[in-house]
């Protein structure tokens, strides 16, 4: 579930250059600081109540792959991307720095595909068995050392392999969005706009060619105001973890945003945003 505050659009969406200094760079602390929430075991939970991705998305992912049918998902968290890549690919190799989140993915459903490989282990640096005709990133890659990382996957991708990163674009109604987005702002401490731009960044320092760029048609997702709330707070900037003691006023306002407009269930359009390509050893 991504959240973007006045209208930011979704991190792998982004076509055109921005400056990345400054605020709009994702610096190792902002990493750091974030990064610890995904080691917490009620967060990894929570990830459940998050919009699943559209199935049209695993079928556009399966024109990605070149031989082998190998499949690294780097920062797999849950296995929302590698717990659907078994109708395609004969291996796929999740792995995930966080103990927390492979253990929630293993008892997911899909989880004990023999074919998925749960890894524990940061991208950068854990042992892999390439070659792969295929590496998928779902919402994760910004969370790396991008200087350690996109060389790697460059020696690692078979011949023709390609870089795909996937972000979800889940759409918010205008009744309640900007209210939601105020509550957010109020409460948590993280600005987002430091995710801004991943992939300019990413081009000017040599570490990417970008070959293209998709959005999936729409999926209709709907859940309880309580679920819905539960999604938020499997989020880096809306956890337990970030917002401490605010955490239990946050979900109290969110729940009266809705109770004064009578909602019990939350429908979302739930699209798939797309970006693939080349990583490149600069």
């Known amino acids: 579930m991504a959240v973007r505050p006045r209208g930011q659009s979704p991190r792998v969406g982004r076509r055109r250059a ?10 190792a602390e902002v990493r750091r600081a974030l990064a610890s929430v995904w080691t917490d075991r009620e967060a990894a939970s929570l990830y459940r109540y998050r919009a699943p991705y559209p199935p049209v998305l695993f079928e556009a992912l399966r024109r990605f792959v070149v031989p082998p049918p190998v499949v690294l998902d780097a920062g797999c968290g849950t296995g929302a991307l590698s717990r659907h890549l078994g109708a395609f690919a004969s291996r796929i190799d999740a792995i995930d720095p966080s103990a927390a989140m492979i253990e929630e993915g293993r008892r997911l459903s899909g989880g004990d595909d023999p074919r998925i490989r749960w890894i524990v282990g940061a991208a950068e640096s854990a042992p892999l068995d390439p070659p792969y005709g295929l590496i ?12 350690v990382v996109m060389p790697r996957f460059a020696d690692v991708l078979a011949p023709g392999g390609r870089l795909v990163v996937v972000d979800d674009d889940v759409g918010y109604p205008p009744l309640w969005k900007k209210d939601l987005i ?5 409460h948590s401490p993280v600005n987002p706009s430091a995710f801004k731009d991943l992939f300019g960044d990413l081009q000017r320092r040599g570490l990417f060619e970008r070959h293209g760029f998709l959005r999936t048609t729409v999926a209709p997702f709907e ?7 539960r999604a938020l707070q499997s989020t880096s900037s809306l956890s337990r973890v970030t917002l401490g003691e605010r955490t239990d006023a946050f979900a109290a306002d969110v729940r009266a945003l809705f ?18 390509g080349r990583p490149l050893r600069p």
């Not at 921005?18 to 610096?27: A, F």
């Not at 859940?223 to 709330?229: L, R, T, Y």
Request: proline share 2%; aromatic share 6%; with cysteine.
């Open 18 to 27: 921005r400056s990345s200094r400054g605020r709009h760079r994702v610096t």
């Open 259 to 276: 109770a004064r407009l009578g909602i019990t269930r939350i429908a979302l359009p739930v699209a798939a945003m797309v970006v693939w």
């Open 182 to 186: 105020a509550i957010i702002e109020r």
């Open 136 to 147: 998928t990133c779902g919402k994760s890659l910004h969370w790396m050392d991008h200087d």
């Open 223 to 229: 859940q309880s105001v309580e679920d819905f709330i």
